[in-house]
């Protein structure tokens, strides 16, 4: 299989698998999420240390090392983006797989196994039409502020949304056209969808407009945008307003 190929089957397998936990009735409440992420994580970290022994990986539920920071190709993964929602049997958490190739998110898919759909980075689909009033994803339990603030100047509407996975599919299925996130993140929740995003035309960037840079020693990256490209330099602008 092709890198793309292999990160499409395993977003699609390990959301399988992470159903079929779910479904077996042996878990529940955070039983439940800690059984899925650590199964999941499994499947991914044993399948790409068979395909891709010499790259490196960095994934959410294991261990990080150096190894990885002397590698060109890094495999970054989240087994479950959206813990909560997959337990509470939601619709909107994601799988995530992406290779980023010298720091940048060269190929990517996200799995939405609620929906059974894998967005991929080598299969774009067609954007559907951006609506006329813009719709801004935001987190359903604790939306940014400067995301509100940004959506009060535009004149967005906020659509309430779980996972990270889950909103940046969101802009790429056409159900949204920015998300904008300032609470923090790893980079294990956006490399997949951030890679996916930019195969599909659409801006990834920092709120700074800075691109996203990958496999760093310290995995954590503050914010976020993901957006329709005719909307990059309006959000853009209103963020730089916000911390001036």
């Known amino acids: 299989m092709t890198d793309a190929e292999l990160a499409a089957h395993l977003a699609e ?59 060109e190709r890094v495999w970054i993964v989240d087994p479950v983006d959206g813990t909560r929602e997959y337990g509470e049997a939601r619709t909107d958490w994601a799988v995530h797989v992406a290779l980023c190739v010298g720091g940048r998110p060269e190929i990517g898919a996200v799995a939405l196994p609620g929906l059974d759909t894998v967005l991929r980075s080598d299969a774009p689909i067609a954007l559907p039409k951006a609506a006329d009033t813009p719709r801004m994803v935001v987190s359903r339990t604790r939306p940014a502020a400067e995301a509100v603030s940004v959506s009060q100047a535009i ?32 980079e294990w929740d956006s490399a997949a969808p951030a890679a996916v995003a930019l195969a599909h035309g659409l801006h990834a960037s920092r709120i700074d407009g800075s ?17 329709r490209p005719e909307w990059a330099e309006r959000v853009l602008g209103e963020v730089a307003k916000l911390s001036a």
């Open 155 to 186: 004149g967005a509407e906020l659509v309430a949304m779980g996972s990270a996975g889950a909103k940046a599919m969101a802009v790429v299925r056409g159900e949204a056209e920015i998300y904008l996130h300032t609470g923090g993140q790893y």
């Open 13 to 71: 397998v390990a959301g399988r698998i992470l159903i079929e936990v779910r479904e077996s009735g042996m878990f529940e409440g955070k039983a439940l999420g800690n059984a899925g992420d650590q199964t999941a994580n499994q499947f991914l970290v044993h399948a790409l240390r068979e395909q891709r022994p010499d790259d490196g990986l960095l994934s959410e539920e294991s261990k990080d090392t150096p190894e990885r920071l002397s590698k």
């Open 211 to 227: 691109p996203l840079v990958y496999n760093k020693s310290d995995t954590f990256m503050p914010d976020l945008l993901i957006c």
